[in-house]
C-alpha cells in the first residue's frame, strides 16, 4: 500500500487567500510520524492523461499559462508555473493511488479530489479533475472494469458528474449539503443533498443506508473516495454539523464495505476549511491511518 504526497510542489499564494494550501505539508508530516515507509512523491500525470478527461485545448492553456482572466477567476487560484505543475501532480497522485489500490487493495493521495472541475474548465480551486481522469485511465487500460465514484466532500461533484456522464463503466454518487457550492449542479447518477445543519445521527443513517444500494447498482471494482473534511461542523465553507468521531466512522463504513466485498479503494483528501486548519489536518490525518490499519495492519 503506497501514500502519495504532492507537498513538494507548492502553489504560491497571495496573502490572506482563503484556499488553504498549507494543509498539505502538515498532512505529510503528520502521515510520516506513522507511515513514513510507505510515502512516495507523487507522479506528474501527462498532458495525454489529462485529455483523457479534458479538452485538448484546456490542458494545454492550464498547462503553458494562456488561460483567460475569466477562467483563472472561475477556478480561484491564481496562475503560475508552479500551480500547473502541482495541478498535474495532484492528479497523477490519484491515478498512482488507483494503481497502489489495485495491487494492494488501498492506495491515498494525500491531495486531490479536484471534483469541479470540467472538461474545458476548472472551477471551485480545481484545475484538473483527478477523480475523472484516473477513472477514464483505469477502464482504457483495462485495469478495472467498473469505476465508483464515492463523493462525500461537502460540496457536490459537478465535474466528475459531467465528464464521466457518457461512459457506462463509471458511476458517480455524492451526498452533499443541499445549500453549498456549486449552485448550478451537475446530475450524477445518484445524489443525495443534505440540508444545513444536518448532524452526525442523519448522516451515518443516510450513508449507512445508501451503501449497500450503490454498490449493488454500480458494482465496482474500484472505488475512488473523495473523504472531504469539509462536512465537518467547524468548517468555515461546509454547513454541515459533523463531528471529528463521525466523520472517522463514515470513513470506517466506506472502507470496511470495500474490504467485504473486495473491492480495491483509491482514498483522496479533497476539501477542509476549518479553523484552525489543525482540525482538518487531524480528520485527514485519521482517515489515512484507518486505511493504514485496515488495509495494511498497520498499528
Known amino acids: 500500500m503506497r501514500i502519495y504526497r504532492t507537498d513538494a510542489f507548492p502553489m504560491p499564494l497571495p496573502p490572506g487567500h482563503r484556499f488553504p494550501a498549507e494543509k498539505y505539508a502538515m498532512l505529510a508530516q503528520a502521515v510520516a510520524a506513522f507511515a513514513a515507509d510507505r510515502l512516495d512523491v507523487a507522479p506528474a500525470a501527462t498532458p495525454q492523461e489529462l485529455m ?13 499559462g494562456s488561460l483567460s482572466a475569466a477562467r483563472q477567476k472561475a477556478i480561484g487560484l491564481p496562475w503560475s508555473p508552479e500551480l500547473a505543475e ?3 501532480r495532484s492528479v497523477g497522485a490519484t ?42 485511465l483505469t477502464l482504457r487500460e483495462g485495469l478495472a472494469r467498473r469505476v465508483l465514484a464515492l463523493d462525500l466532500d461537502v460540496h457536490q461533484g459537478n465535474g466528475t458528474a459531467a465528464i464521466l456522464r457518457a461512459e457506462p463503466r ?27 445543519g444536518t448532524g452526525d445521527a442523519d448522516y451515518l443513517a443516510r450513508l449507512d443506508e445508501a451503501l449497500p444500494a450503490l454498490f449493488q447498482r454500480a458494482a ?3 472505488v475512488l473516495y473523495l473523504a472531504g473534511a469539509d462536512p465537518y461542523r467547524g468548517d468555515r465553507l461546509g454547513r454541515l454539523a459533523l463531528s471529528r468521531a463521525a466523520l472517522a ?8 464495505t470495500c474490504l467485504r466485498r473486495q473491492t480495491a479503494i483509491a482514498i483522496v483528501m479533497a476539501g477542509g476549511y476549518a479553523q484552525p486548519i489543525d482540525d482538518t489536518v487531524a480528520i485527514h490525518t485519521e482517515t489515512v491511518r484507518l486505511a493504514c490499519s485496515l488495509f495494511a495492519g498497520d498499528d
Open 220 to 222: 465496482p471494482d474500484l
Open 86 to 88: 502541482r495541478s498535474r
Open 52 to 64: 483523457l478527461a479534458h479538452d485538448p485545448d484546456y490542458v494545454r492553456q492550464a498547462l503553458d
Open 170 to 196: 463509471a458511476f458517480t454518487f455524492s451526498m452533499h449539503g443541499a445549500r453549498n457550492y456549486p449552485f448550478e449542479r451537475e446530475a450524477g447518477d445518484w445524489d443525495i443533498d443534505l440540508p444545513d
Open 249 to 256: 466512522e463514515r470513513d470506517r463504513l466506506v472502507m470496511e
Open 95 to 136: 491515478i498512482a493511488a488507483a494503481r497502489s489500490a489495485l495491487l494492494y487493495g488501498c492506495g491515498v493521495n494525500l491531495a486531490g479530489g479536484t471534483h469541479h472541475a470540467l472538461r474545458d474548465q476548472g472551477g471551485g480551486f480545481c484545475v484538473f479533475n483527478d477523480i475523472a481522469v484516473t477513472a477514464l
